[in-house]
Nanobody, 120 residues
Framework: QVQLVESGGGLVQPGGSLRLSCAAS????????MAWYRQAPGKEREFLAR???????VYTDSIQGRFTISRENAKNTMYLQMNSLKPEDTGVYYC??????????????WGLGTQVTVSS
């Protein structure tokens, strides 16, 4: 089984920046697609961005040009650099990873999330 741990969330003023990290651990043979999701208060969880092992990326429109997804394959870690933050970016940020374990069936793991609050 693969565990994901997000970190880097916090309280930031509008226009500020944060960098989220997502570290994967466990019996990992390889990780294919990793992604970030967000759940705002009172709303459903939404897709934000994803990155494949070859580093090609996809972003949802609302964060295009402000957020950058990246990863370090050697460290099984993914990042989300968030700039020009807005109050509507507030929410719990989750990471996911599609993995192939050393033994057993491939699967998808989710982290427990990290809170991001954008407020003055």
């Amino acid at each position: 089984q693969v565990q994901l741990v997000e970190s880097g969330g916090g309280l930031v003023q509008p226009g500020g920046s944060l960098r989220l990290s997502c570290a994967a651990s466990g019996s990992i043979l390889s990780i294919n697609t990793m992604a970030w999701y967000r759940q705002a208060p009172g709303k459903e969880r939404e897709f934000l961005a994803r990155i494949r092992s070859g580093r090609d990326t996809v972003y949802t429109d609302s964060i295009q040009g402000r957020f950058t997804i990246s990863r370090e394959n050697a460290k099984n870690t993914m990042y989300l650099q968030m700039n020009s933050l807005k109050p509507e970016d507030t929410g719990v940020y989750y990471c996911t990873a599609d993995y192939v374990p050393i033994s057993g069936a491939q699967g998808t793991s989710w982290g427990l999330g990290t809170q991001v609050t954008v407020s003055s």
